[in-house]
């Protein structure tokens, strides 16, 4: 028999239900469902050295994203397009009292995909080199894949990093930083809960970190926070973030933005801002509506594969 929710899980995954709603409602469809100036650095298997041993805060912006551009080997081909996928919460198929909720995938199913993308030969991106390719000014190869995970819950530490790392991979993830926790706390696989700061400097080989709003992840009438609030709200909100971490990168809660958002981001020299309409992201395109695939247990191994291989 499975274990009785606790009170406070209803409650999250609610809100959590109340996310994918909006998205659903949005085009962020869930039932059938990002200048180069940088110096360019070669790696032997092309994958960027995020360790750090300085807080995030206290480390250069420019410093950081230099160093996380690679020129590549494209002989074998470049691509044209690049895939994203979007993840939230992981957790084992037998802790999983929840399977039909999108916003938790079964870890059994998340690590055959990471595994097939190793097999595969994939090269997972930096945001950087996501702008950049976006941009039109860096190629990137055939097989080249951005992975990122929204609003920084604890199973991100717990079970995705040791995944990404058994198969040489690399995923960015997208913070909602009043959420994080001061101290790491204990993981229990029946409660939603969040990173920490320790945890997210433990695992910032595999992982790179940026903005999903500090406090703004509500809805109001399944509408985000984000385009229902006073412009001064958003700028406090992204100021708050930005003190915390720096990142010239975004993601929308629940996917929703407009041109008044877009123009707050620009002014706050945001570079790139990710959707959740579900499309290819392309050379040329808006850079502050990136699209993403959001991979929940509605998507079969089989279109796993076609997305990942640019077939959307
Ligand atoms: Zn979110």
């Given at each position: ?39 360019i650095y070669s790696a032997s298997k092309d994958q960027p ?18 160093r996380t551009v690679r020129s590549f080997d ?49 090269t997972?991106l930096t945001?950087k080199e ?8 860096l190629?990137i ?172």
């Amino acid at each position: 028999m499975l274990p009785k929710p606790s009170k406070g899980l209803v409650i999250s995954l609610i809100i959590v239900l109340s996310i994918f709603t909006a998205m659903v409602a949005t085009g962020g469809s869930f039932s059938a469902s990002l200048e180069s100036d940088a110096d360019i650095y070669s790696a032997s298997k092309d994958q960027p050295s995020y360790e750090a041993s300085q807080p995030i805060k206290e480390e250069s912006l420019s410093e950081f994203y230099e160093r996380t551009v690679r020129s590549f080997d494209t002989n074998q081909g470049s691509a044209d397009v690049l895939p994203v996928l979007m993840y939230h919460h992981l957790l084992p198929a037998a802790d999983n009292i929840y399977p039909e909720e999108p916003a938790v995938l079964n870890l059994e199913i998340f690590e055959q995909q990471m595994a097939y993308l190793e097999d595969q030969g994939f090269t997972t991106l930096t945001l950087k080199e996501a702008e950049l390719f976006l941009r039109g000014e860096l190629e990137i190869p055939r097989n080249s894949i951005l992975i990122t995970f929204d609003d920084g819950y604890a199973s991100e530490a717990v079970y995705a990093a040791d995944v990404l790392r058994r198969y040489d991979l690399k995923a960015a993830s997208f913070l909602i930083t009043s959420q994080i926790e001061d101290e790491t706390e204990d993981f229990h696989p029946h409660e939603l809960s969040y990173l920490s700061w320790e945890q997210i400097q433990e695992n910032r080989d595999v992982f790179e970190y940026a903005h999903h709003s500090h406090d703004m992840h509500h809805l109001e009438e399944n509408k985000s926070l984000l385009v229902v609030c006073c412009e001064d709200t958003l700028r406090e909100d992204l100021r708050a973030s930005l003190s915390l971490l720096e990142s010239p990168y975004f993601a929308y809660p629940y996917g929703h933005k407009d041109c008044d958002v877009i123009q707050t981001l620009k002014d706050k020299d945001y570079r790139m801002a990710f959707s959740t309409r579900e499309e290819m992201a392309r050379p040329g395109e808006d850079l502050f509506r990136v699209g993403r695939f959001g991979i929940t247990y509605h998507v079969s191994f089989e279109r796993f594969q076609s997305i990942v291989h640019g077939y959307q």
